[in-house]
């Protein structure tokens, strides 16, 4: 799944995946949706955001918790991806046929 509103930037924020490139990270978005905020209200904490930038954190989000499974020999075993893990290492494991 592509995600044309979430940036990654080493040079940027330390690297977290941030919202069209602007220092707002993706988990700051979710964070004030868990607290209660209303998109409202996160816009206009936050002018620059559109509402398709907080759609498409939960969309990001719900995609980087999704079960995933790693194959060791013989046995598979599951695991769940999340943010700790960068989607560089995520899609290069799919590429080698490790995740599936």
Request: a negative charge; aromatic letters at 8%; glycine letters at 6%.
């Amino acid at each position: 799944m592509k995600f044309p509103r979430i940036t990654i930037d080493p040079e940027q924020m330390g690297g977290v995946p941030c919202l069209r490139g602007l220092r707002i990270p993706v988990a700051t978005i979710l964070a004030m949706l868990a607290e209660g905020m209303t998109e409202q209200e996160i816009l206009a904490a936050y002018p620059d955001l559109e509402p398709e930038d907080i759609k498409e954190a939960l969309k990001f989000a719900a995609e980087a918790v999704q079960e995933r499974q790693l194959a060791f020999g013989d046995s598979a075993v599951k695991f769940l991806v999340d943010n700790a893990l960068s989607p560089f290492v995520a899609e290069k494991l799919r590429e080698a046929g490790k995740v599936w």
